[in-house]
């Protein structure tokens, strides 16, 4: 199995490589614009357009955790969306998964070392733009008014892994479960839109209240306070147990699919009457 | 007695409404060589796919080495080479990348490099990447990945597709060395004369069902010709009516009959009518079959 992750790890290497510097752009552009656009932020922070996007522009703090905490990993999901039902669904359909599955592995094992190495993929990433980020602030710390340290941000992009985490296992359970990768994309990208304006959009819509549990960036808080405190630790374990719930769910319906048919399980037996 | 090493009894496979295979009961012993015909959609892919567990069946069972499919499949796994009538291969590698992770994957069962040894025999470049080999590279490193570890059972989906002549001949020396070596070989084509050269006995599969199998000497022997029988008028209907020919079908100046015997008889008829040109054709091991069974009335097993 571990040559099977080294493998999927090595098939990332592009991928890695391509996200981690598009994600790089967040702290370098928007946390490096900071000093000149500080006072602006300030004025706006009160409006509900920014409140209903996720973002409070108040301080340093509350402006790294939209950007950092916030719009990073949404973008950082997007990849996980992406690469969890292509690494199954994907291979499934272009043939490749054909070429595994009838080696000798358990298909728990084939699912495991994808999943691994999505995650370690993501790590990756995250590791990438957390110490950019620190960069980028050291280099702008003298500009700027703020009791936060480098550390407090390293752990603060970190913190917003487990929502990555979740979404990448949910996609990979998808594919295991959908007869298509685009009907497991498509649920996928439906789950982590709602998810993300649902929440954003639940503070100022009563109606939405109740539906809150349900939207994944529930439970990823993107203020200042997050930033400097850190996250709750109910909310990562929360993230954390969809991602192991999902993956669990991967496994078992990928250990019952039937490999390159394309159906739902439900659709799997029926006997035509004689 | 000897050994079965792929069994099916009742074997059906349906995805939804759609029809995989019904009720296919076969057997393939060791040392065998089984070809495995059928039009496309026929099943032959299903029925392959559900032997080695990438498909699960609706109902019946399927076994290989006595070990069921889906219950054993790691287990019979390390025995089989597989090459998938659609191959698919991971293109940003190097051939030679594959063929470690595939032998490590699989295990090399005692044959720890052997697929140098295919490679060039099928003078494979296994330092260029897989996305820049032409539609016939792919395939012979498809066919290497299957022969790699010199499996007791190779279970092959076309595997002359998309090769030149030359190479064709080497894939059939393969198969003929796999063979004679005790091993058994599951192999599925259209091509008759790569059937004829290699296989014991054919399996003939249609729309879902095994219409019936044969060893390949007998149904050598009561091979059809088709011929077309070319009048300046057409003569009298009836006038082939005797042992060992039918006619098929006719239009305004031909005939189309199917001759087993008294194929010198035909020819003298037609000679009394004035026939003008003669064409024949070699029906397809197919047709050969689908004709020696009754268009497939019922099939037997041999």
């Not at chain 2, 494979?124 to 066919?143: A, M, P, W, Y």
Request: proline residues 4%.
């Amino acid at each position: 199995m571990l040559r099977l992750f080294w493998q999927e790890l090595k098939f990332r290497r592009n991928a890695i490589l391509g996200w981690s510097l598009g994600l790089c752009f967040f702290p370098l552009v928007y946390i490096g614009i900071y000093p000149s656009v500080a006072s602006e932020m300030a004025g706006l922070a009160d409006l509900e357009i920014y409140k209903a996007l996720g973002m409070s522009l108040g301080t340093f703090q509350d402006w790294v955790g939209s950007i950092l905490i916030v719009f990073m990993p949404l973008v950082a999901s997007i990849y996980a969306v992406i690469n969890g039902t292509g690494t199954l669904a994907g291979e499934e359909e272009d043939g490749r998964l054909e070429m595994i599955v009838t080696l000798p592995l358990p298909r728990w094992q084939i699912v495991t070392a994808k999943a691994v190495a999505l995650m370690i993929s993501a790590v990756i990433m995250f590791l990438v733009v957390a110490t950019v980020s620190v960069f980028v602030f050291q280099s702008i710390e003298s500009q700027i008014e703020t009791d936060m340290a480098a550390m407090d941000l390293f752990s603060a992009v970190m913190s917003a892994y487990p929502l990555v985490f979740a979404v990448g296992m949910i996609g990979m359970f998808l594919a295991a479960f959908a007869p298509s990768r685009r009907v497991a994309g498509t649920i996928a990208a439906v789950i982590l839109t709602v998810s993300y304006f649902g929440n954003n959009l639940a503070g100022s819509t009563p109606v939405l209240e109740p539906f809150e549990p349900f939207f994944l960036f529930t439970y990823l808080e993107g203020t200042g306070k997050a930033v400097m405190e850190g996250q709750q630790a109910g909310n990562l374990l929360t993230l954390t147990a969809i991602g192991l719930v999902s993956f669990a769910l991967a496994v078992f319906f990928f250990q019952r699919r039937n490999l390159t048919v394309g159906v739902w399980p439900w659709q799997r037996a029926k006997v035509e009457s004689k | 007695m000897s050994e079965k090493i792929i069994e099916t009894h009742d074997l059906t496979v349906y995805y939804g409404k759609y029809r995989g295979v019904k009720n296919v009961n076969l057997s393939v012993e060791r040392g065998e060589a089984f070809g495995f015909l059928g039009p496309n959609g026929a099943g032959k892919t299903t029925t392959q796919r559900v032997l080695l567990d990438v498909i699960r069946p609706t109902s019946g069972r399927a076994s290989i080495f006595g070990m069921d499919s889906r219950t054993h499949g790691v287990e019979l796994r390390k025995r089989v080479g597989y090459l998938p009538g659609e191959l698919a291969l991971y293109k940003d590698m190097r051939a030679e990348e594959f063929f470690r992770m595939y032998e490590y994957l699989r295990g090399a069962n005692g044959a720890n490099g052997y697929w140098r040894d295919l490679a060039k025999r099928l003078d494979l470049d296994v330092s260029r990447k897989i996305s820049n080999f032409s539609r016939g590279n792919k395939q012979k490193v498809g066919i290497v990945a299957a022969f790699m570890s010199k499996p007791d059972l190779l279970i092959l989906d076309e595997p002359t597709s998309g090769l030149d002549p030359l190479v064709q001949q080497t894939v059939m020396e393969m198969v003929r060395e796999v063979k004679a070596d005790g091993r058994t070989v599951f192999f599925s084509s259209h091509i008759l004369p790569e059937v004829q050269a290699v296989c014991d006995r054919v399996g003939i599969i249609r729309e879902g069902e095994l219409v019936a199998t044969q060893r390949v000497e007998e149904l050598i022997a009561a091979r059809l010709n088709r011929m077309t029988l070319i009048f300046p008028d057409l003569p009298p209907v009836g006038i082939f009516d005797f042992e060992g020919v039918t006619e098929i079908s006719r239009t305004e100046k031909s005939v189309v009959l199917e001759v087993r015997e008294n194929l010198p008889k035909a020819l003298a008829t037609a000679a009394k009518y004035d026939i003008r040109d003669i064409e024949t054709q070699n029906m397809s091991l197919e047709e050969i079959f689908l004709d020696f069974y009754g268009k497939g009335n019922g099939g037997k097993h041999a």
